[in-house]
């Protein structure tokens, strides 16, 4: 048995970043660039414009620009491409659509993108994240895995560990398939969080049994690898406690180029992303980027005898 050994959606190499000219959107560039550093990734770097536009396609291109927006647009996207490591493969283009979500969303399908990359606006708790529309949109909607970069994120990469948080909720099979798939193809080390609250007194009695929680609230066979890579030395468990999310989360440690990956809750219908309300707090208590999952994203829900 190997961390490949269950059905799981693969991963297409294609990451997109959406884009705008400011320090937020320098923050989701530089996340991206992360995640792309020494893999064989591409980088799709997006400026989304509105439907009845007269513009849209990869940038720079031959033709002349029909208006000066066009041309300051296509300024703003070469000054992303300059910011690239050479090393990096990245294509720069803008996407027409009626909202910013929506075009950043149907262009992520279109490219067979594994996520979207987006930056956190001004005014955040302790200056960390606060989400803008588009962003609440697509944490509430969307169909891809959506990374969300803390206001000033500078770390250039490579990630230098994945932290699947979970717990006795919906989502908890997707975060684990994701965080096993993920940290093997990176070749990274793989942290399994159990996050243990009030009244969830069944959780309570697992919380230092990774292995055994995860085969409760995810399935069998992740825990088995769970269990296979915890042995060889490639992951590791820790243990969240406390009254509530916050306190909880006060206590863990972070590495410097870490990822943080959260499921959707329950509300989320399957295909789709939901940010429930713990998410949410976590999202205010960590200082390193998370993603958060759609629902049934891994297809990893069956415990299947026969994988």
Known sequence: MSASDFQRRAATGHILVGYVATDYGK??????????????????????????????????????YSSILEEQIAGWLQEALGEVPSDIR???????????????????????CDMIVV???????????????????????GTVPIALAPRGYSYPGPISRITVMFGPRPGTTDVIAIGLDRAR?????????????????????????????????????????????????????????GRDVEAAMENITWQDGELAVVGSSRLAVPGRLFLGGTASRMLRSIPVPMVVVPA?????????EAI
Do not use: C, W
């Not at 923050?27 to 009845?52: H, Q, W, Y």
């Not at 990245?90 to 067979?112: H, K, M």
């Not at 049934?296 to 299947?304: E, I, R, S, V």
């Open 90 to 112: 990245a294509t720069a283009r803008i996407v027409p659509g009626e909202s910013e979500a929506e075009a950043l969303n149907r262009a992520a399908e279109e490219l067979d």
């Open 185 to 241: 193809r990176r070749h990274i080390p793989l942290r399994l969080l159990s996050l243990v609250l009030p009244g969830e007194s069944d959780l309570h009695g697992l919380g230092t049994d990774v292995p055994n929680a995860v085969r409760a609230y995810a399935n069998r066979k992740l825990g088995d690898i769970a269990e296979e890579m915890l042995s060889a030395g490639y992951a590791t468990t820790d243990v969240a406690t």
């Open 27 to 64: 923050d989701a560039l530089r996340l991206g660039i992360a995640l792309a550093k020494t893999r064989n990734v591409n980088l799709e770097i997006v400026m989304a414009a509105p439907a009845n536009n007269s513009f849209s396609g990869v940038y720079p291109h031959d033709r002349g």
């Open 296 to 304: 049934g994203y891994m297809h990893a829900g069956a415990d299947n």
């Open 119 to 141: 930056g956190a606006r001004k005014g955040g708790l302790f200056g960390r994240f606060q989400m803008g529309t588009a962003v609440n949109t697509l944490l509430h909607s």
